[in-house]
């Protein structure tokens, strides 16, 4: 009975919800704040033709590759996708590159969501410039207790569905593998407050979780956008990562 009650709360952050116009004065993805896209070079968002709303985010990882959450990439044809990168505003400005490849961890599970990890290769290459930026992959798990970046476009609460116009962010403390939820493996790590309402929501999946210039996390699931988060444990994936793209 928990196992049932346990995965109908703990859920992907890529869950579709229905799409709303953006609120014009939205100050908190779930309880964090604007974000330009200087600050977050690395970020940009996943597109799927005749789609009105960008489903997930990814994080650059060199010129022609980005990383993103497999429980996003499994349900897309690479002939249909392409990324918006260098721009801090949903579905608007930026460039837009299609994907010529899309790579989902083999070892993916919908079930557990363990390994959910995956790649897109771009069909043409990203310029790198002030606001178009590759972030480094993490070798070793962040300490507890390490503040770490995430962001995204997505929900602002569980409830309000409501989309923001400018990226958001917010910062998480890294926590204790105990702390995660109770479908733990290593291929996750998990950051956030217990009690908090700071946290990733849907359309957040697949972002990045960053430790300064490191990406330690890729957004994964959660429940109700508050609370402890898990993510994709990237320090763990490296050699996944690296054994598909050549960065
Ligand atoms: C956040 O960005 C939105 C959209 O650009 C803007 O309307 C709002 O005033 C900004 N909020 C703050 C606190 O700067
Ligand atoms: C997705 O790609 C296929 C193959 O290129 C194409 O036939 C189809 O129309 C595309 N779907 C959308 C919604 O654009
Ligand atoms: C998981 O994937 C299988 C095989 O693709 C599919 O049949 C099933 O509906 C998926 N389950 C969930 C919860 O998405
Ligand atoms: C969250 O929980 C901690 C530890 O139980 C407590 O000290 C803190 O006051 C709580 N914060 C809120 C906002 O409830």
């Not at 946290?199 to 957040?204: A, L, N």
């Not at 699931?221 to 960065?247: E, F, K, P, T």
């Amino acid at each position: 009975m928990m196992w049932v009650l346990f995965f109908a709360a703990y859920v992907p952050f890529a869950l579709a919800f229905p799409y709303q116009q953006p609120e014009s004065d939205s100050t908190r993805i779930s309880g964090g704040s604007n974000a330009t896209i200087r600050e977050i070079p690395y970020i940009v968002q996943i597109n799927v033709d005749g789609s009105k709303t960008s489903d997930c985010d990814a994080s650059i990882i060199s010129r022609l590759w980005v990383v993103s959450a497999a429980h996003c990439l499994s349900r897309m044809r690479a002939a249909n996708v392409s990324i918006r990168a260098g721009t801090d505003k949903f579905m608007r400005g930026g460039v837009v590159i299609r994907a010529s490849n899309i790579y989902v961890h083999p070892s993916y599970s919908n079930i557990t969501q363990d390994y959910d990890i995956g790649l897109i290769r771009l069909a043409s290459p990203l310029t790198i410039g002030p606001n178009i930026a590759s972030i480094t992959l993490a070798t070793k798990k962040p300490a507890v207790g390490a503040s770490a970046v995430v962001s995204g476009w997505g929900d602002l609460d569980s409830t309000s569905e409501t989309i923001p116009t400018q990226l958001q962010k917010v910062a998480l403390p890294v926590v204790s593998d105990l702390e995660c939820p109770p479908v733990y493996t290593p291929r996750m790590i998990c950051a956030g407050y217990r009690n908090g309402s700071r946290s990733p929501c849907y359309g957040d999946s697949g972002g990045p979780l960053a430790v300064r210039r490191t990406l330690v996390g890729v957004v994964s699931h959660g429940r109700d956008c508050a609370g402890i988060s898990v993510y994709a444990n990237v320090a763990n994936l490296r050699s996944w990562i690296l054994s598909i793209a050549s960065i």
